[in-house]
Nanobody, 115 residues
């Protein structure tokens, strides 16, 4: 059973930074694509960023130039460095693992950005 555990969320003022972490169980992390999604109150979950098994990255337009996704295969961990945070970044952030046609989700971590 794959488990994903996010951490690093919290309350920050606009303009501040946070770094989210997601630790994955299992032995397939290095061959998995990893992504971050978020869901704001009353809105649908949306994709934020993705990193392939080879390290290629892609970002939603709303976070480009502010957020950076990275991975450490030795630690089975994916990160999301969030800079220049805005109140509209407030959401629950979810980690996602995609491998072998299967998708796994973490439980989410709350990020709140105050104005």
């Amino acid at each position: 059973q794959v488990q994903l555990v996010e951490s690093g969320g919290g309350l920050v003022q606009a303009g501040g930074s946070l770094r989210l972490s997601c630790v994955a169980s299992g032995s397939t992390f290095s061959i998995s694509a990893m992504a971050w999604h978020r869901q704001a109150p009353g809105k649908q979950r949306e994709w934020v960023a993705v990193i392939s098994s080879g390290g290629s990255t892609n970002y939603a337009d709303s976070v480009k130039e502010r957020f950076t996704i990275s991975r450490d295969n030795a630690k089975n961990t994916v990160y999301l460095q969030m800079n220049s945070l805005k109140p509209e970044d407030t959401a629950v952030y979810y980690c996602k693992k995609v491998v072998g046609g299967k998708v796994y989700w973490g439980q989410g971590t709350q990020v709140t950005v105050s104005s």
